[in-house]
């Protein structure tokens, strides 16, 4: 490799750092500080109490402030500065920052817990630049973006260069989306905030060290500390940026493969869904929407007329029907592609050290890559992007943003193609997220791309798992790619459902997939096309069970629409470990199979065929109820649950309310005049809360812009009564209409009396249901009494 800079994270036992390093003073300019050594200057700054930054400048360099990742500006934080005869303090009311003088030593505690330190600190040998810290011999380590390695990432040698892995299964250690983040079990962060490529060490010579190493670039870190996992991923999407909330139609189900080859198989397909009352809300058109072929045509990114002839009617005839059109766009153009000259004119493309556009051949063809760093590159995409919308189209999709193939002998505005590779995918989404909000503010984008950086949640990415075996191995991976990537920011990794590369046929893998689809980000089967992955042409018993999951994830919309409110409010992930629920169990720690779906839905994937029972551990804080059979379970304990053919184990938290409503065709005809609202009764849990998210769906930042409604729920319970409150907080720009409310309560039977507001009410029990019927009026509260 060329110039390294390597940063190192070893157990935080006191060793000293170099001894060469002097420290010579320091000076504070309002919250930064700057610690003046014998070769060169630490400055620290904190950007909250949970937040510190630390760059190293070596003598003779000039601090490059640029970051690609960081959108938080430092706060006014209370900061104290303890000067001793030895020691050097910066303490916040969490995160500090101490500095021994001689010998010369940094580390970070938050709340008097000690996190890491420096070890050697800064030095240089040859063409090798080495930043070493100290880390606990004990800490699991999560990130680097996404991984199939095992939830635990200690021990790996992790390359930072987005590269796709195709067909991969249970291992993947290099995959299309990575990132310089590393996070600990003591629940804190290290964001290495520089973009080129390089290589993450997670302690892989089993010498408690983990190295950051890079080409070139910053020496800067960011150290960030919580008090809980959720506050965590808070503290990191404050610093890197929050997802906005995605257009409501993107939690529905899309009819996507590889690919659609006319204008006649998208509507035919399309009428299928319509034909057999399946719900959808997008379909996506692959590379055949611009050629016939494979090869040779990428980068036209103009409609085939000769098998799309009318795309303005089929568009429009899609629109009214309730379906978005996604279309897929790619940074290469072909020196076959009828764009070329017009990219060569308008110098828009990557170059060689000549300054002529940069060509290259890969499995596509002879190609040029848009430069998405120069203002005239990202003019002339958006132009492209922004006919598409006016056309009607609904999302777009970038693809092979790695870049898939972006040799070193490139240049960009920003730099060499290994100084940019891994914020290519980030910015292109930039160049999308900013088009719209110039062009199209009443609008949220819908921007699904399999690449990116820390920090590319806050353009509203939807990443995809890349393109995954359509095997059992491959799914078996997917929980732990999700996961891990919403912990790092990106709550919308999802999978292409029922599995992309290869032809393998297996109904049940299928079935199983779309189970699991069910209970994740996106809800997107795709594949190759020698194996359909629309249920619509799948056989008459698969197309049944496949209808009957499409439906169960629309009628979990209400729910499932306000986690991604939550998401957006505050960066928890959708999908989530059970770590963080109970994050002093160490059995947790490594546990990828079961997870968390939001606060309450608890889930465990069947990713092995012919399964007829598996294990499922319960969370300690509350009784666990069966979503299919209401069979309780108690938390705190592992056991041997009986899987059923048509679903995957799935379990709702005692205490929860759980808002549904009936199968829509689409989500055009979403409304909450009626729904249901599940309630599951748990002994153990004397007062729970829970609430409803509800906007129009459509128009970015309704939230923020008072048009919005929450509808709030409360239940409080003792030997004799259960009484729940139902409240509404309504935005100043939102209009409220009444409401009809199928209130069911689970677990629950002997019950004597119901009252509503005061009013003796009818209700019905059903195998120890109970239902009882409400008529919310806007804006008012309504309280249910059940006396046992």
């Not at 670039?217 to 995605?246: C, F, H, M, V």
């Not at 997107?524 to 994830?553: F, G, N």
């Not at 748990?682 to 729970?688: C, G, L, P, Q, V």
């Amino acid at each position: 490799m060329k110039k390294i800079l390597f940063l190192f994270l070893i157990t935080s036992v006191a060793f000293a750092q170099n001894a060469n390093r002097k420290f010579e003073g320091y000076k504070k300019s309002g919250n930064t500080v700057e610690i003046i050594t014998s070769d060169g200057k630490y400055i620290l700054k904190p950007y909250s109490e949970h937040i510190v930054e630390t760059s190293f400048l070596p003598k003779g360099e000039i601090f490059n402030p640029e970051s690609h990742a960081v959108v938080l500006s430092p706060g006014k934080v209370k900061t104290k500065i303890t000067d001793s005869k030895t020691n050097l303090t910066l303490s916040t009311n969490g995160i500090s920052v101490s500095i021994e003088k001689s010998p010369f030593k940094i580390s970070y505690s938050y709340k008097g817990k000690a996190l890491i330190s420096e070890k050697n600190g800064y030095t240089k040998k040859d063409s090798t630049e080495t930043i070493n810290f100290n880390l606990d011999d004990t800490e699991v380590l999560y990130g680097g973006g996404a991984r199939a390695l095992g939830m635990n990432r200690r021990g790996n040698r992790l390359q930072l260069y987005n590269r796709a892995h195709y067909g991969y299964e249970t291992r993947a250690e290099l995959m299309n989306f990575t990132m310089p983040l590393v996070m600990s079990s003591k629940i804190y962060a290290v964001h290495f905030d520089n973009e080129p490529i390089g290589y993450l060490d997670l302690d892989s010579k089993k010498d408690n060290t983990l190295a950051y190493e890079t080409i070139s670039g910053r020496k800067t870190y960011q150290i960030i500390a919580a008090d809980s996992w959720t506050e965590l991923t808070k503290n990191y999407t404050d610093l890197t940026g929050k997802q906005p909330l995605l257009p409501r139609w993107a939690l529905g189900n899309f009819s996507s493969r590889f690919g659609y080859h006319s204008q006649e198989e998208t509507q035919k397909t399309i009428d299928r869904f319509i034909k057999d009352e399946i719900p959808v809300d997008a379909i996506i058109l692959d590379l055949y929407w611009f050629g016939k072929t494979i090869q040779g045509t990428m980068g036209n990114l103009e409609w085939d007329k000769d098998k799309f002839p009318n795309p303005d009617k089929m568009i429009s005839d899609f629109n009214s029907k309730g379906i978005k059109t996604i279309l897929i766009t790619e940074p290469f153009i072909l020196t076959t592609s009828s764009k070329w000259q017009e990219a060569v004119d308008k110098k828009i493309l990557a170059t060689d050290k000549t300054g002529k556009p940069c060509t290259y051949d890969f499995y596509f063809g002879n190609t040029g890559i848009i430069d998405v760093f120069k203002p005239e590159g990202k003019a002339w995409f958006w132009d492209i992007y922004k006919k598409m919308i006016n056309q009607g189209v609904g999302g777009l999709w970038g693809d092979l943003g790695e870049p898939e193939v972006f040799p070193s002998k490139a240049f960009t505005a920003k730099g060499k193609a290994d100084a940019v590779h891994n914020v290519y995918g980030h910015n292109w989404a930039k160049l999308v997220a900013d088009g719209y909000q110039k062009d199209f503010p009443n609008q949220r984008p819908f921007i699904l791309m399999r690449s990116g950086y820390s920090g590319s949640q806050r353009f509203g990415m939807v990443p995809w798992s890349g393109d995954v075996n359509r095997s059992w191995g491959g799914l078996q991976s997917q929980t732990e790619i999700a996961l891990q990537m919403g912990m790092q920011g990106m709550g919308y990794m999802h999978s292409d459902l029922g599995g992309f590369a290869g032809d393998y046929f297996d109904n049940e893998l299928y079935l199983r997939w779309l189970q699991y689809g069910v209970f994740q980000p996106i809800f997107r089967p795709h594949a190759q096309e020698e194996v359909a992955s629309e249920p619509v042409y799948k056989d008459i018993a698969t197309k049944a069970k496949a209808k009957k999951l499409v439906e169960l994830r629309y009628q979990l919309l209400p729910y499932n629409y306000t986690i991604s409110f939550e998401n957006n409010q505050k960066g928890i992930p959708l999908m989530r470990p059970l770590f963080f629920e109970e994050p002093d169990n160490k059995s947790l720690l490594s546990v990828s199979e079961t997870y968390l779906w939001g606060n309450d839905f608890l889930v465990t994937p069947i990713t092995k065929s012919a399964v007829t029972s598996t294990s499922v551990y319960f969370p300690k804080n509350n009784s666990w109820f069966d979503f299919y059979t209401d069979q309780q379970y108690l938390g705190g304990s592992s056991k041997m649950v009986p899987v059923a053919e048509d679903h995957i184990p799935v379990f709702v938290r005692g205490g929860a309310f759980i808002p549904m409503i009936k199968t829509i065709q689409n989500t055009t005809k979403y409304s909450l005049a009626n729904f249901d609202l599940h309630y599951y009764f748990d002994e153990k849990t004397k007062a729970s809360s829970g609430q409803l998210y509800n906007d129009d769906g459509l128009t970015p930042n309704d939230f923020e812009k008072g048009q919005y409604e929450l509808l709030g729920f409360k239940a409080n319970t003792n030997e004799k009564t259960l009484n729940i409150n139902l409240n509404t907080t309504t935005g100043k720009a939102f209009t409220a209409t009444d409401k009809n409310v199928n209130l069911i309560l689970h677990h629950l039977n002997k019950v004597q009396k119901v009252s509503v507001n005061g009013k003796e009410a009818v209700f019905k029990t059903n195998n120890n249901r109970l239902e009882i019927p409400v008529n919310w009026a806007k804006g008012t509260a309504v309280n249910i009494q059940i006396q046992f």
